[in-house]
């Protein structure tokens, strides 16, 4: 799609009330006028495809035409999926089972699919494990997700006891629960974090987000970034979560984290462990294990991969086919006023 058609799409289906509370709030701000950011929003989503979200969420406002002009925002993020990954190919990353299969030497857990798979292989798994992970099988941003742990009563943040009847089997319970309407499970083995990342929060897995380009067939490494849990048991940004950048060559984290609300974090609110300095294990054999994963699938050239760090060394909990661009270049962590867009433009 050229850019004026995508524009003329996202004018169609935007949220007009929304957008308006946003100029409402950055006039509180800046005290430029109304008028003058509806006009400046609008050139934005011209000339660099951002939306009113970009606008707000990376402070275009206070950012010269050059610098604007370094920033992915919505409309470039999805000019680089349309370039180099093909839809053909989308289903390999949006179906976690399919996903599990085909990148099976970097899972490295045990997982079943609830749909398609016999109860009494199920149960076998629930009981074979005790504590698991539901996944919606084609979720994103940690939507749905539900943490299972039969030993300490737990269902996500009720009780098992909660939620299923009394007089039944909980095995037989929680089999029909998973099925019942239209849920459509994966069921996967907890995975047992790295002592080291559990220091910062043990309470969910903390993967990091590396994003790699496959370009000639030569896989190219443009950013990575933490991300981490907080008060949830899933660490994704628009759950809840926090980010913070990291040296894609050194694997040290060079910011404080901050969540969706721009509130920043030094150390984590929840442990007191130090965020900006930390330094991952393994971090050389993470990077080779996405340069490799990278070339499985060589029609989707622009993939978002979340990477664990286990005792065992890093892992995949899943790859992205649409990365998203609004954990990138957030203000704080950009204090130069300069966007990703430049580390995007492989030669």
Request: charged content about 30%.
């Amino acid at each position: 799609m050229g850019k004026i058609g995508y524009l003329l799409k996202r004018i169609r289906t935007m949220d007009k009330k929304a957008m308006f509370e946003k100029i409402d709030s950055i006039h509180k701000k800046t005290g430029k006028s109304k008028l003058y950011l509806l006009y400046d929003m609008s050139r934005c989503a011209r000339k660099y495809g951002a939306g009113y979200m970009d606008y707000d969420l990376f402070e275009m406002y206070n950012l010269t035409p050059e610098q604007r002009d370094t920033y992915i925002t919505r409309g470039r993020n999805n000019a680089l999926v349309s370039k180099y990954n093909n839809k053909d190919y989308f289903h390999l990353f949006e179906n976690k089972d399919e996903f599990n299969t085909l990148f099976k030497d970097y899972i490295k857990r045990d997982w079943i699919k609830v749909k398609g798979n016999s109860k009494e292989d199920i149960i076998a798994f629930m009981q074979r494990h005790g504590e698991f992970m539901a996944k919606p099988v084609d979720g994103g941003c940690g939507h749905g997700i539900v943490k299972v742990d039969i030993k300490q009563d737990k269902f996500g943040d009720k009780k098992l006891s909660e939620v299923l009847p009394s007089n039944e089997n909980v095995y037989d319970a929680l089999y029909r629960k998973l099925t019942e309407g239209n849920n459509n499970f994966e069921l996967e083995e907890v995975i047992k974090q790295h002592p080291e990342v559990s220091k910062i929060y043990p309470d969910a897995i903390n993967t990091v987000r590396v994003v790699t380009i496959l370009k000639d067939n030569v896989p190219h490494v443009i950013c990575a970034y933490f991300r981490i849990g907080n008060g949830k048991f899933v660490d994704n940004f628009n759950s809840g979560g926090m980010v913070a950048p990291v040296n894609e060559v050194t694997g040290e984290v060079m910011d404080r984290a901050i969540d969706k609300k721009k509130n920043l974090y030094e150390t984590h609110p929840q442990t007191g462990a130090k965020i900006k300095g930390f330094k991952f294990p393994d971090w050389d054999k993470a990077i080779a294990m996405c340069k490799k994963a990278a070339k499985v699938v060589p029609q989707m050239g622009y993939i978002g991969w979340d990477v664990c760090f286990t005792p065992d060394g890093p892992i995949f909990v899943e790859g992205n086919e649409f990365p998203g661009h609004d954990i990138y270049q957030l203000p704080e962590h950009t204090p130069n006023k300069i966007g990703m867009m430049p580390k995007f433009n492989i030669q």
